[in-house]
């Protein structure tokens, strides 16, 4: 199993981590999974990966960040 | 976590898109009316020029961008269903822009009948977005303080013009009515609810939302976020108060619960600038130092207002209360608003192209979408031209530079706006081409 790639993007500024994350997925292998930090829930990132064939699991840390894993299905 | 957004509900890219491209032109023409009136136009906040220019900004520049904003913002933020938005943007944006036209035309050429349609144009268009606004914001299950504030804020609007349409009868049908109300009391209580109980209150209820989001601050103290809206409202009612009082005894109160208003208002500007301080990512970018600029015009407002309570030959100078609207009105809410646009268009852009089906090598990053630098070249403009404007209040004699630096300012933001509109349909037309083939 390959190393998750990770995207914090707690200190970025709307959209710059869902532009990363798209950019990243472009290039996601088939069971490599995408870890992405948010402060808050990307409601517009989830209805993009629905429509594009990602599945996603979205778990609140105790500290309040959002940690979403993402992998193409 | 702070509050989400959501976009399912988010009305058409053309529906806040109109509004936000027919704002910064009338502005334009407001610089043009101080630019050709010259120095007569700042010898008070009566004259017609300068009762012109003020609706052509408040009305024109700011009402517009404020209302395309709400459509979005309402429908993103509280996830509300706005009712028809096309068709709603498609009656309220043309009748908000000649209502304006119809108004600085009755302040400028002293026609009073021209007040009686200007008043018939707006109760139309604002009574059309008033109620839709309200039945979304009312419906909506969304919970949050700036829900809460933004329900005060279309309140205040409500205020604002049921005081200006009666303002505007009393102005045009100046034989035929009387009125038990002091016209100047319906003046002072129509502006603190138009820049008050309605920008003010959408500034904060925004800022709840898009300071910390956007420039990475802390957000907000919660007992702040319930003490300003209502405070400011509690504030907004005593002032009302003087519409029903003897001129005498209102006189005697009037001026602390201002003094009330006038610190919260300044408590929310210092309030802005700590947290600002306080941001995680050190390198500014414009919308930043927009607000920053905003919260210090608000800060100086608020200063002056004490100084001119504290120093009363200053205060009764006839063109302190200009002072006092130059900050407010281009150094706070154009300095908010023109920062806010440089956020909100180019993330709309984005977003409506990946709602398109683009891709990230099909669809430009959020910096491509206005240069930085012709957004940094317009901020100082924009910010030379509200020292002008200031410095005219002082000396009259600089009207002319002060009011092509301000139609110059305006017409860069436009051009910059054109820009990013120009961006979306060319990124539009080659996805929707490439996802034809």
Redesign the interface.
Known sequence: MPEPRLIDGRDLAPPEPLELALAELATLAPGEELVLLLRCEPLPLYSILERNGYGYRATLRPDGTNEVRIQKV | ????????QAPPISVPYRFFLTAPLFGAVAGLVLAVLGPDTFQSRWSPGALAMTHLIVVDFMLQAMCGSLLQFVAVVAGANIWRPRLVAAVVHPLITAGAIFLASAFLLEQQVLFLVAAAVFVSALGLFLTVMAIALLRTPARGMSIHVLRVAVFGLLVTLALGATLALTLGLEEHLQTDWSLLALINVHVAWGLGGWALMLVIGVSYLVVP????TPSYPVWLTRLLPAGLFLVLCLWSLQLFAPDAAAQAWQSGVALAGVLLAGGYAVATLMLQSRR??RQP?PTLLFWRAAMLSLLVFALSWIAFEALPHLGANLRAPLWLGVLLIPGLFLSVITGMLYKIMP?LN??HL?QQGG???TSP??KQMIPEGTMRGQMRLHFAALVLLLAAVLWPALALPAGLAFTASCLWLEWNLIGAARVYRRYRDSIRASLKK
């Open positions: 976590m702070q509050p989400t957004l959501s976009f399912e989001m956007f420039q990475l995680r990512r970018d993330f984005w977003l990946q891709t990230v090598t990053n959020m």
